[in-house]
């Protein structure tokens, strides 16, 4: 089935196994995060970028804040709902890093 006619559950299961999968090749440390923790987080209510705090309007990508590259688990604590151009611009960065960058970009996102 194509990824757009999946429903909101597959995708997000997608999403899950995927970044398992880049964790264990990365070689990092992994916790098998479900569907269910990430209902019970809160994680899933979040309408918002993580980074940019733009409307994700059903749309998203599961972000790992610290990226596995540099050590970053794969657990639901390192994970947030992020709008695709952040997930993309962030890329390999680190969480910090990056949002002080975007608020050097657009001083209106500094708190």
Request: proline content about 2%.
């Amino acid at each position: 089935m194509p990824y757009a006619q999946m429903t909101v559950r597959a995708r997000l299961a997608h999403k899950l196994r995927d970044g398992l999968y880049r964790a264990k090749k990365a070689g990092c440390m992994v916790t098998v995060v479900t569907i269910s923790d990430v209902e019970k987080s809160g994680l899933l209510t979040e309408d918002k970028c993580y980074y940019c705090g733009i409307k994700l309007d059903g749309r998203y990508t599961l972000e790992h804040k610290k990226p596995l590259v540099h050590g970053g688990f794969h657990t639901l604590d390192n994970l947030a709902k992020a709008c695709q151009k952040c997930n993309q611009d962030k890329h390999i960065q680190e969480e910090l890093d990056y949002i002080s960058r975007l608020c050097l970009e657009e001083v209106g996102n500094c708190e």
